[in-house]
Every structure is written in structure tokens, then in C-alpha cells.
């Protein structure tokens, strides 16, 4: 492996906020490069390295750097749930799951956290245009999410609501929605 980390994202895409939070907890230096137009037009580089979404990002980073901060437990059967929830998350959220906990994986930030969170910014938007409110029917999902933004590594990652509420928009005018 080169000593080169290069991050290629678009700052509305939540997987591309789940590398940056990953990188930045374990503490991985990297150059950010912004793609511009990843609909029309995907740099050479983008197409190179990604051709096929084959792996997900933050579980290579963490195999990569297994002792600086996992996110993932060592235990077999633990690693299992945790990659689980994690796929399941991404099909359909439960608030019931996180319970009282202060994060997915317990009392500690983890992998499921870092799968979930990039919605977070993300929920202004479906508020805005699905006409319900996030705080009264997620509650606990909402709280979490509070948490989860008071760490630096989230904090840092996830774009300004507002530009993802003016990003649909954009893409509403784009597709003839609006």
C-alpha cells in the first residue's frame, strides 16, 4: 500500500461522509479532492479506482489500519452483528435498536454509527419535502444524531444542511420535478 491516502468525493454523498468520518477518527492524513459533477461526468481517476463499488470504504479503512481506533470488534460474532446492522441500517432504519444506548455499538462510536450518520444532514431535506418531522417520529434517532455531531470527526464531515436542502432542489429542477 502507498503512504498516498487521496479521499475523491462529492459533498453531498453519504458514503463519501463515512470515509471522511472514518479517516478522520482513526487519524489517517489525506488529500480531499472534490469531484464536481459525478452524474454527468466521473473524473478518469473516480472510474479507476472505484469502477464498480466493489468495497465499502470504511471496512477497508478499517482492515487497513486495524490498531488505530476499530470500528469493527475483533470478535467473530460480534463483527458479524455489527456489519448486519450496518447492511440493515442502509435498507431500513429502526430507532428501536439504538434503545438507550448513546451509539449503535454501545457506549462506543463505531461502524453502524458511521453507516447511519450521514443521513443525519440529510433529514432537513426529507422533513422539507416529505412533509413529517424527523424529531417527533425518530426521537431517539434524532438525539443520537445530536450526539454523534458534537465529535469532531462528524462535525467536520457532514455538509451544511441547507446545501442539501438546495441540492434537491437542484436535482428537482434537473429531473423536471420542480
Known sequence: MGDEVILLNFWPSIFGMRTTIALEEKGIKYEYREEEDVINNKTPLLLEMNPV??????????????????????????????????????????????????????????????????????????????????????????????RCMKRDSVAKSLPDPERVIGYVLHLKQLFGLE
Request: proline share 7%; hydrophobic share 35%.
Open 53 to 146: 463499488h466493489k468495497k465499502n470504504p470504511v471496512q477497508y479503512i478499517d482492515e487497513i489500519w486495524p490498531d488505530t481506533n476499530p470500528f469493527l470488534p475483533k470478535d467473530p460474532y460480534q463483527r458479524a452483528q455489527a456489519l448486519f446492522w450496518a447492511d440493515f441500517i442502509e435498507k431500513k432504519i429502526l430507532q428501536t435498536e439504538l434503545g438507550d444506548k448513546p451509539y449503535f455499538g454501545g457506549n462506543k462510536f463505531g461502524f453502524v454509527d458511521i453507516v447511519l450518520i450521514g443521513f443525519y444532514c440529510w433529514f432537513p431535506a426529507y422533513e422539507k419535502f416529505g412533509n413529517y418531522s424527523m424529531e417527533s417520529e425518530c426521537s431517539e434517532l434524532m438525539a443520537w444524531g445530536k
